[in-house]
């Protein structure tokens, strides 16, 4: 695999904003989810791992985010080690984790309100939600609560508080997972949106090829477990994208084939 090459070439051309070495996290049950992990994701880049069910995709993202112990390995974002509640990273889970007590706009400013404090939260900070939630399709739902929203509603509220926290890092567990195809499709719109608007950095989990295909600069492929990464796949197209059009596309379908080969030699491994 070209890996090494590949990801020296990536270096060259970004600032590592997270960088992990020779990664192994094994839990206590004795289950190795990881193993000799290496990768990089550059300054502003936007890197989804595509893997096997159970190959540690979330244990490599929960790592990063300092809620899992670097067992052994490094892993550094901007040259220092992860913690649980840094300014700098926002994690956004699949499922929506909002708080039910909370309407729509308590709960998108509920992230800035943990970090620097309910006083915090004046007309400045309610201007920006507001335009974020409008951002993300839910204009008129300010005040509604969790219970009165849809599942993909709901995720909308989650997106829209993952990009109010003004983190350059966004850490992205299959967020659009469990969505209708419509309804995610427009959501990774609106995430593409948000991200060219401000170009953070983003690593991203997807077991969907095509969304893997329609989002990132780079591609990694993640092997059975022990995971670690088997390949890496730059994507070719140009923003902004049409997944339309995408479609259309000779070279879009032998990207996908070649994802697909490599992700199945993993997923038989994994069985
Ligand atoms: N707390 C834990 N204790 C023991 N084993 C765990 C724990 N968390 C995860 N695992 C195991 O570690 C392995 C990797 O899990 P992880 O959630 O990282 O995989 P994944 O690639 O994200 O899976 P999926 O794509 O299905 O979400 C799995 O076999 C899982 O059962």
């Known amino acids: 695999m070209r890996v090494g090459s590949h990801q020296e070439e990536a270096n060259s051309r970004h600032e590592a904003h997270v960088c992990i ?71 956004m889970f699949a499922q929506d984790a909002l708080l039910p007590w909370r309407t729509v706009m308590e709960n998108v400013v509920f992230g800035v309100e943990v970090r620097v404090g309910k006083s915090s939260i004046d007309s400045k900070t309610r201007d920006k939600a507001r335009t974020i939630i409008a951002n993300v399709g839910l204009k008129g739902f300010e005040d509604a609560y969790p219970r009165q929203l849809s599942h993909g509603m709901r995720q909308r509220v989650a997106l829209a508080r993952t990009f109010m926290m003004d983190s350059p890092l966004l850490l992205m567990d299959e967020p659009f997972g469990a969505l209708d195809a419509h309804t995610k499709l427009t959501l990774e719109q609106e995430l593409l949106r948000l991200w060219e608007q401000s170009r953070r950095t983003v690593l991203f989990i997807t077991h969907d090829l095509a969304e893997a295909i329609f989002l990132a600069d780079r591609i990694l492929v993640c092997s059975a477990r022990p995971g670690h990464i088997v390949s890496e796949i730059e994507v070719p197209f140009p923003r902004p994208r049409d997944l339309n059009a995408l479609q259309q596309c000779e070279e879009y379908h032998r990207l996908y084939q070649r994802i697909w080969v490599d992700l199945s030699k993993e997923m038989v491994k994994q069985v």
């Open 21 to 91: 070495r020779d990664l192994e996290h094994r839990f206590p049950s004795g289950l190795t989810a990881v193993n000799d992990v290496s990768l990089n994701v550059g300054v502003g880049e936007l890197v989804v791992i595509v893997g096997p069910s159970g190959c540690g995709k979330t244990t490599i993202l929960n790592v990063v985010a300092g809620l899992l112990p670097i067992q052994k390995g490094d892993v550094l974002i901007k040259g220092s080690v992860p913690l649980a509640g840094r300014k700098d990273t926002a994690y």
